[in-house]
Nanobody, 118 residues
C-alpha cells in the first residue's frame, strides 16, 4: 500500500509564498500522472496543477504564473511552489498520483491546510 504524505501548509499573508511537499512511502511504478488538487469550504475539489512522466505541466488558469509543480524522482516527492498567494487560494491541498496498468490506482494524500489571510 502506498501512502502519500503532504506537508508545508500553513498561514501566510497575501502576497506570500509556501512550498508544499508530497512524499510517497515507497517508489511508485507505472506512474501515469501526478498532481495537486484543492478544496475550499463548501466548494468542490478542483485541479490545481499536474505533471506527467515526461515533465509536461498543466495549471488551472487561476494559478498560472504563480504556482509551479515539480517532482524529485530520487526522493519520491512531488512539490508545489506557491507564490503571490491570494485569499482565494485558501483551501485544503491534496496530492494525487495515478499509477498502474491493470488495474489503475489513484492515490491521495490526507491534505494540508493553506490559509491566506492578513
Amino acid at each position: 500500500q502506498v501512502r502519500l504524505v503532504e506537508s508545508g501548509g500553513g498561514l501566510v499573508q497575501p502576497g506570500g509564498s509556501l512550498r508544499l511537499s508530497c512524499a510517497a512511502s515507497r517508489t511508485i511504478f507505472s506512474i501515469r500522472a501526478m498532481g495537486w488538487y484543492r478544496q475550499a469550504p463548501e466548494k468542490a475539489r478542483e485541479l490545481v496543477a499536474t505533471i506527467n512522466t515526461g515533465g509536461s505541466t498543466n495549471y488551472a488558469d487561476s494559478v498560472k504564473g504563480r504556482f509551479t509543480i515539480s517532482r524529485d524522482n530520487a526522493k519520491n516527492t512531488l512539490y508545489l511552489q506557491m507564490n503571490s498567494l491570494k485569499p482565494e487560494d485558501t483551501a485544503v491541498y491534496y496530492c494525487n498520483v495515478v499509477a498502474g496498468i491493470a488495474p489503475i490506482h489513484a492515490y491521495w494524500g490526507q491534505g494540508t491546510q493553506v490559509t491566506v489571510s492578513s
